[in-house]
């Protein structure tokens, strides 16, 4: 994983992942269904039997170039160490710990893009915000109070639309925020982006909820 001490390789992983010995992909699980039980369901579901390629093994390929024969089905069909090459297995037993780095370089990313975007967000939205009020507040003074009722159903709409938004680039905002005390709701700052808490607008319809 990426930590200060351990920032994320970003050329050794890509390097594993294009190594010209790699096996060509898309890869594909091959499933079975357990039999065991003979006519009675043993209960053990599915289970892989290998993975296909869209290349033959390297011993397929030997046997159609001296046989000049065409691959057969099987010969896509990987299921021995040897079917795989040492770039293929480098790939394989390091994405355990690629993957999970990755992932998270990409959330730490999104989240500095929506920090640096946040200012112009809120300005828009407050906008936005601000035409609805007024656009209510002529409603009331011409006396159409279903009209003005409408205006604030509408920017309720959009202001859930926007705590979905912000909920969607803080996942972590609102899962937190339903399990915990009031006390720790009342803290600055949202522990997953740095955003203050106030400014969360899920924050405002999870209390009304």
């Not at 269904?33 to 011993?59: E, I, K, N, Q, W």
């Not at 399990?179 to 106030?198: E, F, I, T, Y």
Request: hydrophobic letters at 30%; proline letters at 6%.
């Amino acid at each position: 994983m990426t930590t200060p001490d351990r920032p994320l390789d970003l050329d050794t992983i890509l390097a594993r992942a294009t190594h010209e010995r790699l096996t060509p992909g898309p890869w594909r699980l091959e499933r079975e269904s357990c039999d065991c039980g003979g006519d009675y369901p043993c209960g053990h579901g599915m289970y892989v039997t290998g993975v296909v390629t869209p290349t033959p093994t390297y011993f397929a390929a030997e046997r159609c170039k001296r046989s000049g024969e065409q691959p057969r089905d099987y010969d896509f069909h990987r299921i021995d160490i040897g079917d795989f090459t040492d770039a293929d297995w480098e790939l394989m037993a390091h994405a355990r710990e690629d993957v999970p780095a990755l992932a998270a370089e990409i959330r730490r990313l999104r989240a500095r893009v929506t920090e640096l975007e946040r200012p112009a967000v809120e300005a828009k939205r407050a906008e936005i915000r601000q035409s609805f009020v007024e656009l209510s507040a002529q409603c009331e003074q011409d006396r159409d109070y279903e009209g003005a009722f409408n205006v604030q159903c509408q920017l309720r709409e959009r202001e859930e639309q926007w705590g979905a938004e912000d909920a969607a680039n803080c996942p972590g905002f609102e899962k937190e925020y339903q399990g915990v005390s009031d006390a720790k709701r009342r803290l600055a700052n949202c522990k997953h982006c740095g955003q203050p808490r106030a400014k969360h607008p899920v924050a405002a319809a999870l209390v009304e909820a």
